[in-house]
């Protein structure tokens, strides 16, 4: 009997050991996870940023040609130019063909812009379940005795900095 005695303690020990040993690993995955994500989503708002910067540059430069067009046409018609319809026709035909690749640039831009978001929203909801997740083992971690207070506060600290990103 003490022989089973024996028995029953040391395979408590040893579930103890694996309960303890799994849910730091299970934390550390899911943190290094979570650090996966929230480095993508960083990554995507960077290229959404970059995007939109690109967008004001092309949409500037339009600007620019618009005005110079525009100048241009008004002081051809304070000038008595005998073929001045023709110089209309010209330049009205040079904008018509600068618009349409700036409005193709643009829509496929708007369409990279609203896939980037997709994709951050994605990332964001990832993040936000894996911390909830990462939450739940922490709080079950605390009441696991044998985890050393160090492996916790390591992962409370990684927590920390995942959702000063998330924000």
């Not at 694996?18 to 979570?34: G, P, Q, R």
């Not at 290229?47 to 002081?75: D, H, P, R």
């Not at 319809?85 to 990279?112: C, E, Q, S, T």
Request: proline content about 1%; cysteine-free; aromatic content about 10%.
């Amino acid at each position: 009997m003490e022989n089973n005695l024996n028995n029953d303690m040391r395979s408590d020990d040893h579930i103890e050991s694996y309960k303890t040993n799994t849910t730091i690993e299970d934390l550390n995955k899911l943190l290094l996870m979570a650090e996966d994500a929230s480095d993508k989503a960083k990554a995507l708002s960077n290229e959404m940023i970059a995007n939109k910067q690109k967008s004001y540059w092309i949409l500037g430069g339009a600007y620019v040609f618009v005005n110079i067009l525009v100048i241009t046409v008004f002081f051809l018609d304070m000038a008595q130019y005998e073929y001045r319809r023709y110089l209309f026709v010209i330049f009205i035909g040079l904008g018509i063909v600068m618009a349409i690749p700036l409005l193709i640039m643009f829509a496929n831009m708007r369409k990279k812009q609203m896939k980037l978001e997709e994709d951050i929203q994605i990332e964001y909801s990832v993040l936000t379940e894996l911390l909830s997740l990462i939450h739940e083992l922490d709080s079950f971690g605390r009441y696991v005795e044998s985890i050393d207070s160090v492996s916790l506060a390591t992962i409370r600290m990684r927590m920390k900095r995942l959702r000063f990103s998330l924000k």
